[in-house]
Nanobody, 117 residues
Framework: QVQLVESGGGLVQPGGSLRLSCAAS????????MGWYRQALGKQRELVAV???????NYADSVKHRFTISRDNAKNTVYLQMNSLKPEDTAVYYC???????????WGQGTQVTVSS
């Protein structure tokens, strides 16, 4: 079972940018896709960005054209570049792996993103 460690969160002003990293303990080649979830206070966990093993991407409407997901296979790392951040982006962000069409539920500690003046 792959271990995923998120980092890069912090406090940023509205309109600012932040880059999150997800480091995997081993090869991510065997997974169909990697993705980023977020969970805000009082809300359910939401899938916001996906990148497949072939490199195609998908985004939730709420983050489309503002967030970019990418991967570095040599480093076994997935990134989430977040631009034009809004207060409603405030949440704990988690990464996950898709295997056999199922998103794995072995959540780590996540990384807190707070967007506030």
């Amino acid at each position: 079972q792959v271990q995923l460690v998120e980092s890069g969160g912090g406090l940023v002003q509205p309109g600012g940018s932040l880059r999150l990293s997800c480091a995997a303990s081993g090869s991510i080649f065997r997974f169909n896709a990697m993705g980023w979830y977020r969970q805000a206070l009082g809300k359910q966990r939401e899938l916001v960005a996906v990148i497949t093993s072939g490199g195609s991407t998908n985004y939730a409407d709420s983050v489309k054209h503002r967030f970019t997901i990418s991967r570095d296979n040599a480093k076994n790392t997935v990134y989430l570049q977040m631009n034009s951040l809004k207060p409603e982006d405030t949440a704990v962000y988690y990464c996950s792996a898709n295997e056999g069409g199922r998103w794995k539920g072995n959540w780590g500690q996540g990384t807190q993103v707070t967007v506030s003046s």
